[in-house]
């Protein structure tokens, strides 16, 4: 069954052109000119009910507009959408009970009330029944383990609290297609994991929709089976996350923060290891996993000395994207 399928969509933005300098400012306000900007260009797209798609580009490639388009919040310029079975900006509040969307930078929570409030509110905006709204909440408050978030104001909790409260709301309705914008800016490495394990047990009970955006590749690698990317409003890419995994994510960086006194020359030698840079006690290490697993990095490591802290990284977004550019010159997807 289709989620969601796009056939030419476009969006251009009205701007008001200006020349540069003061004269240029005074002008473009008293005799403005206008020009048309181009945000989204000829997306055609279908998702599969069930699938967890990552929509991914560069800062300004379109990825807002789009999802802006697909919850019915911007009408395109041209082009069609449905999403499941609705045209979202002509039936966006039929649309708006079947579908859940989470801004990572924004709330959708009440920041003064605590999320227990937040939560009744949501289930009277939706009409839920209340029995089936309180053993849905009853059951995400424990798979989110939120029990000591319950009732403390929004304003009071921390990044990852706040977002697993977020990601628990957008579910209290049980929406078909989840639109997930940023889910895990700014969080540290164990809440993003929770984070991504609950939207994964999500996705397999329930067998909601994922469309997801994120500047992380382990959003993407971990959560995604496809990829989607777009670049100057347009799909550049459409493919499994399991080739980029296996062609671009195959590095990894390793960043160890050594003890005073330990020197760098202690590091055991180990194929597809190799010392990316040093600064101070902190040592970044690429490891090229075509060669090496990062388990037999890091076994040789702990095995020949101390560290104080380690951290592994996937490759940045805008690397991952370079090296799609590059692809697309070179390889057919
Ligand atoms: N309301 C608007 N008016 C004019 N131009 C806009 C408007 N909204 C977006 N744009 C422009 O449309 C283009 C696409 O923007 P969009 O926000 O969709 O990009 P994005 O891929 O989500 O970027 P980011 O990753 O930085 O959030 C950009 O050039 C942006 O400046």
């Known amino acids: 069954m289709i989620a969601l399928q796009t056939r030419d ?9 200006k020349s540069a300098g003061l004269s240029g400012s005074f002008k473009s306000l008293l005799r403005p000119e206008w020009e048309e900007k181009l945000a989204v260009r000829d997306i055609n797209l279908t998702v599969e009910a069930g699938e967890m798609v990552a929509f991914l580009g560069p800062n300004g490639a379109g990825k ?7 919850t019915g919040i911007l ?115 164990v809440v993003k994991q929770r984070i991504r394990e609950l939207i994964r047990e999500l996705n397999r009970n329930d067998g909601t929709t994922v469309f997801l955006t994120s500047h992380d590749a382990g959003d993407m690698e971990e959560l995604c089976n496809r990829a989607v990317v777009i670049h100057h409003g347009g799909i550049l890419l459409d493919t499994p996350v399991e ?45 090229d996993l075509k060669t090496t697993g990062i388990e037999t990095v890091l076994s040789a490591l702990i095995g020949r000395l101390r560290f104080d802290d380690v951290t592994v990284e996937d490759p940045p977004m805008e690397e991952i994207i370079k090296y799609i550019y590059g692809m697309q010159r070179g390889i057919a997807p």
């Open 9 to 17: 969509l476009c969006k251009n933005f009205i701007v008001k052109r």
């Open 64 to 70: 807002s507009t789009t999802i802006k388009m697909l």
């Open 75 to 189: 009408h395109p310029t041209s082009g069609e959408a449905k999403v499941l079975g609705y045209t979202p900006w002509l039936e966006r509040t039929k649309l708006a009970y079947k579908i859940g969307a989470v801004f990572g930078q924004k709330s959708q929570l009440w920041y003064h009330l605590p999320p227990i409030d937040s939560f009744d509110l949501i289930s009277r905006i939706y009409e839920l029944k209340r029995n089936d709204y309180l053993t849905r909440r009853e059951d995400l408050i424990e798979r989110f383990e939120l029990g000591p978030y319950l009732h403390t104001p929004v304003r009071k909790l921390s990044l990852g609290e706040r977002m697993r409260c977020e990601i628990a709301a957008s579910f209290l309705h049980r929406p078909r297609l989840l639109f997930l914008d940023e889910p895990t800016i700014g969080l540290d490495v």
């Open 243 to 287: 080739r980029l995994r296996r062609e671009v994510m195959n590095r990894k960086t390793l960043t160890l923060t050594l003890p005073e006194g330990n020197a760098v020359f202690d590091l055991p030698q180990v194929a597809g290891m190799e010392i990316a840079s040093v600064e101070g006690r902190r040592v970044k290490l690429t490891v």
